[in-house]
């Protein structure tokens, strides 16, 4: 995993520290509040601040953000007894919406347009190879399913971007050994690992932000041919 900063984990920093002087500060005498009260009944907060901090990190792959800020809004709003409902009663009904929703944009996310790339994987698993010299990005969604994204084939001018968001999910993206792997993210309970390897006086870069809930990614190059004269196995 690269070990570079990013905004994602600046911001979960900065979390953690602002908890532990709100502890200090109650435990020294200076704030008069209880902790366990105001933690049950705000915690909800934490999974909009995750949900947002998606959105801005990878706002391409903007439909797990989404979900995931709406779920901790509606969350709030009945911690806080502002909504007079059972979130149990409506649990399957949106899981039903929401995985129609998922059909349907996974559907629509089929097509490929001027070197641009949408997947969306819930519950099931999404393939996509382009051969685009002019490849500029891509959005990756796995929710509780896969996606293989096979660039080998491809090329870019200049630099290009994929945004990725697992929710208990994989993601698998191959790439040429020409090009040049960055990577930065969210890692939550989660994570990535890049096993390409930088080539020999640079070339095309490939950014690539990742936000890992519960789930992984890898960019590696595919599998070596066992002839010396061959990098890459064929696509499959």
């Known amino acids: 995993m690269d070990g570079r900063r990013s905004l994602g984990q600046v911001l979960v920093g900065v979390l953690v520290v602002l908890a532990g002087v ?3 500060l109650e435990r020294t005498g200076v704030l008069d509040i209880d902790l366990a009260t ?23 792959a ?25 979130l149990w009663e409506y649990l399957w009904p949106v899981a039903v919406i929401l995985i129609g929703l998922g059909i349907v944009l996974g559907a629509a996310a089929r097509t490929e347009q001027e070197g ?36 080998r ?26 090009w040049e792997v960055r990577t930065s993210g969210l890692p939550l309970l989660g994570g990535w690992e890049d096993k390409t390897e ?13 936000v890992t809930i519960m789930g992984g990614a890898e960019i590696r190059h595919g599998k070596r041919s066992a002839r010396p004269d061959v990098q890459d196995a064929p696509l499959a």
């Open 22 to 24: 709100v502890l200090l």
């Open 38 to 60: 105001v933690a049950s009944t705000l915690w909800p907060l934490l999974v909009v601040l995750v949900g947002v901090t998606s959105l801005l990190l990878v706002p391409r």
């Open 62 to 86: 903007w439909f797990g953000p989404v979900v995931v800020t709406a779920a901790g809004v509606v969350l709030l709003l009945d911690r806080l007894r502002v909504l007079d409902v059972s």
């Open 116 to 151: 641009r790339l949408t997947a969306i994987a819930f519950w099931w698993g999404a393939e996509r190879r382009t051969r685009t010299q002019r490849f500029r990005w891509a959005s990756l969604t796995a929710i509780m399913g896969g996606v293989e994204l096979d660039l």
């Open 153 to 178: 084939e491809a090329d870019i001018e200049g630099a290009a971007r994929i945004d990725v968001f697992t929710f208990w999910g994989g993601v698998d993206i191959k790439v040429p050994r020409t």
């Open 198 to 210: 930088p080539p020999l006086g640079g070339g095309p870069v490939l950014d690539v932000r990742l």
